[in-house]
């Protein structure tokens, strides 16, 4: 109980804690959307530009054609993928930060109780 005096040790546990969090959040949706871009098969979107019939034909061949492109799909998937490759990233580096912490706490906190001792 004497180490949980020191705030760097509750800091660093829940600091790990967040940390294992993103990494097994970005690793996981990250191998969804790997194995989506392996298999090539993409998603088709909701709804066919043609189903807007409020639009003229000269405002769907310029505004709507482009987002049913299948590269439109590709570039989406890939903008996740990327995210979730950034999210991983994070929850490694809150992982070796919060070991630091609670190490630093740890020690912190044993040199402190030993000086009690020899006193």
């Known amino acids: 109980?004497?180490?949980?005096?020191?705030?760097?040790?509750?800091i660093g546990l829940l600091l790990v804690i967040l940390g294992f969090g993103n990494w097994y959040t970005g690793q996981d949706k990250g191998a969804e959307y790997e194995?989506?871009?392996?298999?090539?098969?993409?998603?088709a979107p909701?709804?066919?530009f043609e189903e807007f019939r409020e639009l003229s034909a000269h405002t769907t061949a310029t505004l709507l054609r482009p987002l049913q492109q299948g590269s439109d799909r590709h570039a989406l998937i890939t903008t996740?993928?990327?995210?979730?490759?950034?999210?991983?990233?994070g929850g490694?580096?809150?992982v070796l930060l919060g070991l630091f912490c609670a190490a630093a706490g740890l020690i912190?906190?044993?040199?402190?109780?030993?000086?009690e001792r020899e006193v």
């Open 108 to 115: 912190r906190s044993w040199y402190r109780q030993r000086g």
């Open 35 to 43: 194995d989506l871009l392996a298999s090539g098969n993409i998603p």
């Open 92 to 94: 490694r580096i809150l």
């Open 80 to 89: 996740k993928l990327d995210f979730y490759r950034v999210v991983q990233s």
């Open 1 to 10: 109980m004497w180490a949980f005096r020191n705030p760097l040790l509750p």
């Open 46 to 48: 909701t709804a066919h």
